[in-house]
């Protein structure tokens, strides 16, 4: 389990601009290693090269420098066709002029499986995934999520080395999204196939990873499980882009002992524990979700002013203004809590324990 | 819903439609305008034919066809002329495909060059190749007397010489429609097949192929229809080989023999017809490709050294062959006497530029004035057809389209017969000829205006509805405005099509109002083949001008956006 599987080594790509004579870094000293059978997500904004990355891994493009290994074979020089990585793409990609069946069968025919053999192996992973009887529909008379549901068997029933999603499900409403996600998650476990998935949409992260890797610009921004990278952010920019709406407090390290620093805070000393990295002097950032934060009328560390109240049943989410900088705040069973009213004078108290810091 | 219910719902609405269209004076009298346009100036031409033909001693017959048909003079044209139309559909779309497929998908060098090679015969007058053909290898030729000095002989009048030139005529209009369509073929399809591990090779049999292979259909449809209606170079080329279109032609005005000219342009017209409808409502319909509002990935490009430099050597002939082709023109043009004596002078163009200088007087003054015309009327029909209701908007349609699929001949006896008695006497004015100008090629403007207008929101023009305009004013100040390219690159395509015309227009030319082209015409059949080359070459010196000050015009106005001639020439297959 500890070694890896899909060993990414400073992988760089730059792409020369096709009218510009200009050269764009996609991706950047990209070095990554994955286990069999992980879950590895590649998120971030558009434009972060998580995409690039994912087609370097096909073989769709050549890096400008560094390697790629899977299973301790150097792929590099390996073309697309020959790799053992199967895509399921963001259109799809399914042959409009084959039905359901040639789609399915399209891999294993070129690997002269017998006849017989391929229709095996097709009509049980169209069973899988819930197709059984519709292997002789046109794929122009599927809908969204069936179409889907092909692209993701033509790819697994080659059963690649490693699966590659390119963002397969932003092409589906909001319901069908969470429902085929989770469909996703249950069939790679199953099947306990390796996969990088790519998608700019967290919480699609959150729910399908192992671990996920953030990516900004071309660089990664941190690895970690769904629980590291929002409980733990390494840099501003994953503090920022996970979670909904994240407070940020300017401090100072003022005391250090062992992992124990003291913060001034707009004037509040506080203690956190475990930053052996951190010194005297240090500029902080204290990432505070909006959930980290408790609202009290008449008691708390900060005061403040309430902004703006969204109710939303079963949470409220406020808008708090204090020292001239606005925070979110969400607190969950208003029915128990109370509500504040926009106007209202309110006290903030930081939830002290999971409040993270991150150096400015 | 089956097709009975649909109609009897087409029924229904139309009471409502007819009583909406009384509201809006400006629409009703715009759609009766046009309606009669096209009745008058595309239905009645071609049905004078028809009568001609079918009428005898009053009532319908079929006898011209059997008497026709049992001549042998009159069979062999037609065999000719499909023989030949189906050798050059064939040969121009494989060519056409070999451009198209090395621009799309091969990582060769001199892309853009080669695309303009690909294009140029587009705007040239059609029959310069013939012109050509006989610089390079008549009997004088360049090739075969310079060079070879007679050892070999080209058979270039005949059926051989009439396939290279067509070919290298019409191929353009593969390689468009084939460029179109392998480049809207998703790339990530590709690129899906060669991740689940087919070869490149694999790749093109199995998926790139078979994608393209309504649009391989369309372009070899398109080709026949303009072999098959070709009259320039037959006129030059053709020999002992008669073809349909010239025949006609010769039928007419050699034998002033109306009613059996008129009965070969029917049989010209029967096989275009069926290309067209073959093209235009079975064809398209197969297609597959889709263009879809998503940005596409980058398509991955052929580099394996030995295809790569291959099809780069084809292209690369391929375009020598037209360079020598044109160039062997514009050599011609400064020669003094073709195959006597080739110092270089320039008599020809002082020729063209003062005897000559009335052909090019009437030509730029015709092709300006029907020009705009047939641009506005043009946007006017996508416009009725697109965005109002109204009964016999389908048949409108249809015959704005119908012009592409008739011959120039056919069209040009139609007028000669529709518009030689009372109550409209046109033949020998002006008027005329702007009038078969503007109806000719209307039907390219006419399709890029419905795709351009397809492409825009509906609730804008409603939205101006809703502020309180009337339809003249939101198709003057909304529509128009947004349909800006489309309508320049119609301009763009008729002045072209207009500059280069010689089928239809040559049945109604006087002595009063003269062409270029058949100056050209006079002057090879005359021998003077250095001044039909000196002619060629200004025909294209005003064509790139005409076309360089509506891209200039479309800078100014448009805000710097790219003239889609080539678009329009491509959506002749859609």
């Known amino acids: ?27 950047k000293d990209f070095s990554l290693e994955i286990h069999k059978g992980e879950f590895i997500t590649l998120l971030g904004p558009s434009g972060c090269g998580k995409t690039t990355t994912l087609r370097l891994i096909g073989g769709f493009e050549n890096p400008t420098q560094g390697d790629i290994f899977l299973d301790r074979v150097r792929i590099n020089d390996i073309p697309a066709n020959k790799r053992d990585t199967c895509m399921v793409f963001q259109s799809y990609a399914l042959f409009p ?3 359901i069946y040639k789609n399915v069968a399209y891999g294993l025919e070129l690997r002269r499986l017998s006849k017989r053999e391929i229709k095996e192996k097709v009509e049980k992973i169209l069973e899988l995934v819930g197709l059984t009887g519709l292997s002789h529909r046109p794929i122009a008379q599927l809908s969204g999520g069936q179409q889907q549901r092909v692209a993701l068997a033509r790819a697994m029933v080659n059963e690649p080395k490693v699966l590659l999603f390119d963002e397969p499900l932003s092409n589906l409403d909001a319901k069908l999204r969470i429902r085929m996600r989770i469909f996703i998650r249950k069939i790679q476990q199953e099947m306990n196939i390796t996969s990088v998935y790519v998608t700019h949409d967290q919480e699609e992260a959150m729910t399908l990873s192992d671990r996920i890797v953030v990516m900004n610009q071309g660089e990664i921004e941190q690895v970690g499980t769904p629980e590291e990278i929002y409980a733990r952010p390494k840099t501003k920019f994953v503090a920022d882009f996970i979670g909904k709406q994240t407070n940020f407090l300017t401090g100072e390290v003022v005391e250090k002992a062992g992992g124990k620093v003291k913060v001034n805070v707009w004037g509040k000393i506080m203690t956190f524990d475990g930053y052996d990295g951190f010194h005297k002097g240090d500029k902080v950032i204290l990432v505070v979700r909006p959930e980290m934060i408790n609202l009290s009328s008449n008691e708390g560390t900060f005061e403040g002013r309430v902004n703006l109240v969204t109710y939303l049943g079963s949470e409220v989410i406020y808008e708090v203004a204090a020292n001239h900088q606005l925070f979110t705040i969400e ?13 209202d004078k309110a006290f903030m108290n930081l939830d002290m324990e999971n409040i993270y810091l991150i150096k400015e | 819903m089956t097709k009975s219910k649909r109609f009897v719902a087409y029924l229904k609405r139309i009471p409502s439609d007819v009583r909406k269209l009384l509201k ?8 009766i305008l046009v309606n009669l346009f096209l009745f008058l100036f595309i239905v009645l031409p071609l049905f004078k034919i028809f009568q001609l033909s079918f009428e005898e001693k009053g009532q319908f017959s079929l006898g011209i066809f059997s008497e026709l048909l049992s001549k042998n003079y009159n069979v062999q044209p037609l065999i000719h002329s499909l023989t030949l139309g189906i050798a050059v559909s064939i040969l121009g779309t494989l060519i056409g495909f070999i451009f198209a497929y090395a621009i799309t998908r091969v990582d060769i060098p001199w892309k853009r060059f080669f695309n303009i090679m690909a294009t140029f015969p587009i705007i040239a007058p059609p029959f310069m190749m013939s012109l050509s053909a006989i610089l390079l290898f008549g009997k004088q030729g360049f090739v075969s007397k310079l060079i070879l000095r007679d050892i070999i002989q080209f058979k270039i009048y005949g059926f051989y010489g009439l396939l290279v030139v067509e070919t290298l005529t019409y191929f353009s209009t593969a390689y468009l429609t084939l460029y179109g369509v392998l480049q809207a073929i998703d790339p990530a399809l590709e690129d899906a097949a060669l991740d689940l591990g087919a070869s490149k090779g694999k790749v093109f049999r199995s998926i790139t192929l078979p994608l393209a292979t309504p649009g391989i259909a369309s372009a070899i449809l398109l080709i026949f229809s303009q072999s098959l209606a070709d009259f320039g170079n037959p006129m030059i080329l053709a020999g002992n080989y008669t073809i349909l279109a010239t025949q006609a032609y010769l039928t007419i005005v050699g034998m002033y023999n109306m009613k059996g000219g008129a009965a070969l342009a029917i049989l010209l017209l029967i096989p275009s017809l069926f290309a067209f409808c073959l093209q235009k409502y079975w064809v398209s319909r197969k297609s597959y490709v889709t263009v879809t509002g998503k940005p596409s990935s ?8 030995l295809t790569k430099y291959s099809i780069f050597g084809l292209c690369l002939l391929l375009t020598g062959i037209i360079f020598l082709f044109y160039g062997m023109i514009f050599f011609g043009s400064f020669v003094k006497l073709w195959g006597a004596n080739h110092t270089l002078t320039m008599d020809n163009y002082k020729h063209v530029f003062t005897v000559g200088w009335e052909f090019i007087k009437d030509t730029l003054l015709l092709s300006s004035i029907a020009t705009p015309i047939a641009g506005i009327l043009a946007m006017i029909i996508a416009f009725l057809v697109v965005r109002k209701n109204f009964p016999g908007k389908r048949l409108m349609e249809l015959v704005s389209l119908l012009t592409f699929a008739v011959p120039g001949t056919v069209v040009g006896i139609g007028y000669i017969l529709a518009f030689n008695q009372p109550p409209l006497i046109l033949t ?26 397809q492409q825009i929101d509906p609730s804008i023009e409603e939205a101006s509805t809703d502020l309180g305009a009337d339809s003249s004013f939101t198709f003057r100040k909304i529509t128009l405005p947004l349909i800006t390219p489309a309508f320049y690159s119609g301009l763009a395509f008729t002045f ?25 015409l006079g002057s090879v059949e005359n021998s003077d083949l250095s001044q039909a080359a000196a002619f060629s070459i200004v025909i294209i010196v005003f064509i790139l001008l005409a076309l360089w000050l509506i891209q200039f015009l479309v800078n100014q106005i448009g805000g710097g956006r790219k003239l889609k001639f080539e678009k329009a020439e491509a959506l002749q297959s859609i």
């Open chain 2, 24 to 31: 809006d004076p400006f629409l009703l009298i715009g759609i």
């Open chain 2, 496 to 520: 072209v099509k207009c500059m280069t015309a010689i089928s239809a227009v040559i049945f109604v030319v006087s002595g009063k109002w003269n062409l270029i082209t058949i100056a050209i």
């Open chain 1, 97 to 99: 002029h084959m039905n």
């Open chain 2, 298 to 305: 980058t398509r991955i490009k052929m580099d394996q050294p």
């Open chain 2, 428 to 453: 020998g004015t002006a008027t005329i000829i702007i009038l078969l100008f503007i109806f000719r090629d209307i039907a390219v403007g006419v399709q890029t205006g419905i795709a351009e207008l």
């Open chain 1, 331 to 343: 607190v969950s069973n208003p029915l128990k809590h109370g509500i504040h009213h926009r106007g």
């Open chain 1, 1 to 27: 389990m500890n070694e890896a599987y899909l060993e990414i080594r400073n992988l760089t790509k730059e792409f020369l601009s096709e009218y510009q004579e200009e050269k764009v870094v996609a991706v």
